[in-house]
């Protein structure tokens, strides 16, 4: 499965994955009006591979940016491939150095009647200050820290390895965000109170299945759902992905349809805890008003107004640390009751 190689990225710190422009402009598409007038930054983004750059840059205009800002750590391992440029003299990226770019307009500097890729590039090789160096490009370094202090909106894929730690910082500065996470992040106690609190939501584009990612030609790729495009670029397949964000978005307000009736027989109540177990979040019963277990993936559906989150089985301090049902342990069970009608 994809998922042990992620398990391995996780201890190697190879979690270097790329998204796929697809995916964010799926995504994107729900949260232009919280973009026009704002700086965004993408720091965990190599702006010669990453397409949250090619993305905001292609669309600065479009978005009404105020500025763009995209950073890169010491030693990025993809080859450049989207933008080749000259940085102090040498065709290229700049040895592998961390820099910063930061774009405050995109202009038709070609000529050719259209703002586009091509334009950035022709910014980016004739304009000096445009480009800079970092120390290292960590999120964490304190010149990194400084930049995330001037941005309104942070959108990048970080490490998943460092999610836990990546999201606190953004909580610590107050931060507007949108970032790709594994959903059994939402589980972590850094997380799930952010959740609870609505600080917290999962994006709608992705809701199931796995998503695609380039990734360094030294990566492993002996899982099934891995290997090379047609070009030669390495990619794995990812299963549990998800976009967590603090951007509101209309589909959050959608409340679920529920279709189904509550019995004693269909929904068992747990061995350790007062409450009944739905096994899919499509069999939620319209008609119980008490304590519900769920999968996590009813956060995908998860609706504020229709929906209290009480808590996990680690919040809720569950004997055992999970739920069981006639001796069998449940895996991941949020526990959620419906909010009353006048509420």
Not at 129 to 152: H, M, V
Not at 245 to 265: G, I, M
Request: hydrophobic content about 35%; overall charge neutral.
């Amino acid at each position: 499965m994809a998922n042990n190689d992620l398990n391995s990225a996780r201890k190697a710190r190879k979690d270097e994955f790329y998204t796929q422009l697809a995916d964010i402009e799926r995504e994107l598409q729900y949260y232009w009006p919280h973009f026009r007038g704002k700086v965004v930054l993408c720091n965990c983004d190599d702006p010669y591979e990453s397409n949250f750059f090619k993305y905001f840059a292609m669309r600065f205009n479009q978005l009404g940016l105020k500025k763009l800002i995209c950073t890169c750590y010491n030693g990025s391992p993809v080859q450049g491939k989207e933008l080749v440029i000259r940085f102090n003299g040498y065709d290229g990226e700049p040895s592998k150095q961390a820099f910063k770019v930061e774009i405050t307009e995109v202009k038709d500097l070609n000529g050719d009647g259209a703002v586009d890729l091509s334009d950035v590039q022709y910014l980016l090789q004739n304009d000096k200050n445009i480009l800079s160096l970092l120390k290292t490009g960590d999120f964490r370094d304190p010149e990194c820290e400084e930049l995330l202090r001037q941005a309104d909106v942070v959108v990048t894929n970080p490490p998943f390895s460092l999610l836990r730690e990546y999201l606190a910082q953004l909580v610590k500065h107050d931060k507007k965000f949108l970032i790709i996470g594994n959903i059994n992040a939402v589980t972590y106690k850094e997380v799930f109170p952010l959740i609870t609190s609505n600080r917290l939501w999962l994006g709608p584009s992705i809701t199931s299945g796995d998503r695609k990612f380039r990734v360094p030609k030294d990566y492993p790729l002996h899982a099934a759902g891995c290997g090379y495009d047609s070009d030669g670029t390495p990619y794995i397949r990812v299963k549990g992905v998800r976009w967590f964000t603090n951007l509101d978005h209309k589909k959050r307000h959608e409340p679920l349809d529920l279709v189904c009736h509550y019995s004693a027989e269909e929904y068992p109540v747990y061995d350790n805890y007062d409450a009944i177990e739905v096994s899919k979040v499509q069999d939620i019963p319209c008609d119980y008003d008490g304590v519900m277990g769920v999968p996590i993936t009813f956060l995908d559906k998860y609706c504020p107004e229709q929906f209290v989150i009480v808590g996990n089985e680690y919040s809720l301090a569950i004997p055992k640390g999970r739920v069981y049902v006639k001796g069998k342990r449940l895996y991941g069970r949020i526990l959620i009751r419906k909010k009353p009608l006048d509420l």
